[in-house]
């Protein structure tokens, strides 16, 4: 099993698990995210979605709940589905620890 976090710039914390069973793998998000719950946190993601963020997937999810450009959880969910599967080193994400992202305010 992988499990990733991420508080997001919206405010919302969002919690990943990815179980790989084949070619299959089962992802469940705990979100403090209303349009993430409806988006769906309790899915199938096949192998053939996964080396694309352009997938029938997240087609899917998005025709029913349309998520703004600037959601990271896609992104997020693609991730901890990589690294379940040995697409990302764990041993990688071990060291790095966590990751953000930081305004810089720049002088005009």
Do not use: R
């Not at 499990?3 to 979100?31: F, P, Q, R």
């Amino acid at each position: 099993m992988a499990t990733l976090k991420m508080a997001t710039i919206c405010g919302h914390t969002n919690t990943v698990k990815a179980v790989s069973d084949g070619m299959e793998t089962h992802v469940t998000i705990t979100t403090s995210c209303h349009k993430i719950q409806s988006w769906g946190t309790d899915f199938v993601f096949p192998m053939e979605d996964m080396m694309n963020i352009q997938n029938k997937t997240f087609e899917e999810k998005g025709k029913a709940c349309p998520l703004t450009p600037t959601c990271f959880v896609p992104t997020l969910v693609m991730n901890t589905v990589w690294l379940e599967n040995g697409m990302i080193s764990k041993n990688l994400v071990k060291k790095m620890g966590g990751m953000n992202i930081e305004y810089l305010e720049q002088d005009e």
